[in-house]
Nanobody
Framework: QLVESGGGLVETGGSLRLSCTASGRTFSSSLMGWFRQAPGEEREFVGAIYWGAGSPRYADSAKGRFALSRDIVTNTAYLQMNNLKPEDTAVYYC????????????????????WGQGTQVTVSS
Protein backbone atom coordinates (compact mmCIF):
# COMPACT_ATOMS: atom_id res chain seq x y z
CA GLN A 1 0.00 0.00 0.00
CA LEU A 2 1.29 3.43 -0.93
CA VAL A 3 0.29 6.28 1.35
CA GLU A 4 0.82 9.87 0.28
CA SER A 5 0.96 13.07 2.23
CA GLY A 6 2.14 16.63 1.92
CA GLY A 7 -0.23 18.30 -0.51
CA GLY A 8 -1.88 21.63 0.13
CA LEU A 9 -2.42 25.19 -0.99
CA VAL A 10 0.57 27.33 -1.82
CA GLU A 11 1.15 30.63 -3.57
CA THR A 12 2.97 30.95 -6.87
CA GLY A 13 6.68 30.57 -6.29
CA GLY A 14 6.20 28.53 -3.15
CA SER A 15 7.35 25.03 -2.32
CA LEU A 16 5.83 21.77 -1.17
CA ARG A 17 7.25 18.36 -0.40
CA LEU A 18 5.15 15.29 -1.06
CA SER A 19 5.83 11.98 0.63
CA CYS A 20 4.89 8.48 -0.40
CA THR A 21 5.41 5.65 2.04
CA ALA A 22 5.14 2.01 1.16
CA SER A 23 3.49 0.52 4.21
CA GLY A 24 3.22 -3.06 5.30
CA ARG A 25 6.51 -4.40 4.09
CA THR A 26 9.85 -3.48 2.59
CA PHE A 27 9.49 -1.74 -0.72
CA SER A 28 10.71 -4.16 -3.35
CA SER A 29 9.76 -2.56 -6.63
CA SER A 30 12.58 -1.28 -8.80
CA LEU A 31 11.40 2.30 -8.84
CA MET A 32 8.77 4.77 -7.67
CA GLY A 33 7.02 6.98 -10.13
CA TRP A 34 5.12 10.22 -9.70
CA PHE A 35 2.21 11.38 -11.81
CA ARG A 36 -0.26 14.21 -11.65
CA GLN A 37 -3.71 14.81 -13.00
CA ALA A 38 -5.39 18.15 -13.41
CA PRO A 39 -9.18 18.44 -13.79
CA GLY A 40 -10.24 17.41 -17.27
CA GLU A 41 -6.73 16.34 -18.19
CA GLU A 42 -5.01 13.00 -18.63
CA ARG A 43 -2.66 11.69 -16.01
CA GLU A 44 0.80 13.15 -16.64
CA PHE A 45 4.21 11.73 -15.77
CA VAL A 46 6.25 13.91 -13.42
CA GLY A 47 9.26 11.76 -12.67
CA ALA A 48 10.54 8.50 -11.27
CA ILE A 49 13.34 7.39 -9.01
CA TYR A 50 15.18 4.11 -9.23
CA TRP A 51 15.01 2.67 -5.76
CA GLY A 52 18.36 0.96 -5.49
CA ALA A 53 20.62 3.63 -6.96
CA GLY A 54 18.44 6.56 -6.04
CA SER A 55 18.80 7.96 -9.53
CA PRO A 56 15.93 10.15 -10.71
CA ARG A 57 14.33 10.77 -14.08
CA TYR A 58 12.21 13.85 -14.76
CA ALA A 59 9.62 14.97 -17.21
CA ASP A 60 10.56 18.18 -18.98
CA SER A 61 7.93 20.06 -16.98
CA ALA A 62 9.66 19.08 -13.75
CA LYS A 63 13.30 19.60 -14.64
CA GLY A 64 14.99 22.33 -12.66
CA ARG A 65 12.09 22.80 -10.21
CA PHE A 66 11.28 19.37 -8.82
CA ALA A 67 13.58 16.93 -7.07
CA LEU A 68 13.04 13.27 -6.29
CA SER A 69 14.62 11.39 -3.43
CA ARG A 70 13.99 8.28 -1.38
CA ASP A 71 14.74 6.87 2.04
CA ILE A 72 15.31 3.14 1.92
CA VAL A 73 15.09 2.74 5.69
CA THR A 74 11.60 4.22 5.92
CA ASN A 75 10.41 3.01 2.50
CA THR A 76 9.51 6.60 1.63
CA ALA A 77 9.85 8.53 -1.60
CA TYR A 78 9.81 12.31 -1.71
CA LEU A 79 8.87 14.83 -4.37
CA GLN A 80 10.23 18.26 -3.55
CA MET A 81 8.52 20.92 -5.64
CA ASN A 82 9.96 24.42 -5.82
CA ASN A 83 8.97 27.56 -7.66
CA LEU A 84 5.47 26.24 -8.07
CA LYS A 85 3.21 27.66 -10.75
CA PRO A 86 -0.57 27.65 -11.13
CA GLU A 87 -0.23 25.08 -13.91
CA ASP A 88 1.23 22.67 -11.37
CA THR A 89 -2.18 22.48 -9.73
CA ALA A 90 -3.28 18.84 -9.83
CA VAL A 91 -3.77 15.70 -7.82
CA TYR A 92 -0.38 14.07 -7.43
CA TYR A 93 0.03 10.31 -7.30
CA CYS A 94 2.92 8.05 -6.50
CA UNK A 95 3.00 4.67 -8.19
CA UNK A 96 5.08 1.53 -8.24
CA UNK A 97 5.38 -1.27 -10.77
CA UNK A 98 4.92 -4.89 -9.87
CA UNK A 99 8.04 -6.44 -8.36
CA UNK A 100 10.23 -7.77 -11.12
CA UNK A 101 8.33 -5.89 -13.83
CA UNK A 102 9.91 -2.49 -14.36
CA UNK A 103 7.98 -0.42 -16.88
CA UNK A 104 9.44 -0.21 -20.37
CA UNK A 105 8.23 3.37 -20.58
CA UNK A 106 8.60 5.25 -17.31
CA UNK A 107 6.12 7.88 -18.45
CA UNK A 108 3.29 5.46 -19.17
CA UNK A 109 0.87 4.94 -16.29
CA UNK A 110 0.06 1.47 -17.60
CA UNK A 111 3.44 0.27 -16.40
CA UNK A 112 2.57 0.82 -12.76
CA UNK A 113 0.49 -1.56 -10.70
CA UNK A 114 0.29 0.10 -7.30
CA TRP A 115 -0.97 3.62 -6.74
CA GLY A 116 -1.20 5.99 -3.85
CA GLN A 117 -4.49 7.63 -2.97
CA GLY A 118 -3.44 10.96 -4.44
CA THR A 119 -2.83 14.29 -2.77
CA GLN A 120 -4.14 17.64 -3.95
CA VAL A 121 -1.69 20.41 -4.78
CA THR A 122 -3.18 23.81 -5.46
CA VAL A 123 -1.05 26.75 -6.52
CA SER A 124 -2.74 30.13 -6.32
CA SER A 125 -1.83 32.93 -8.68
Amino acid sequence: QLVESGGGLVETGGSLRLSCTASGRTFSSSLMGWFRQAPGEEREFVGAIYWGAGSPRYADSAKGRFALSRDIVTNTAYLQMNNLKPEDTAVYYCAAPAVGWPPEDLSSSSGYQYWGQGTQVTVSS
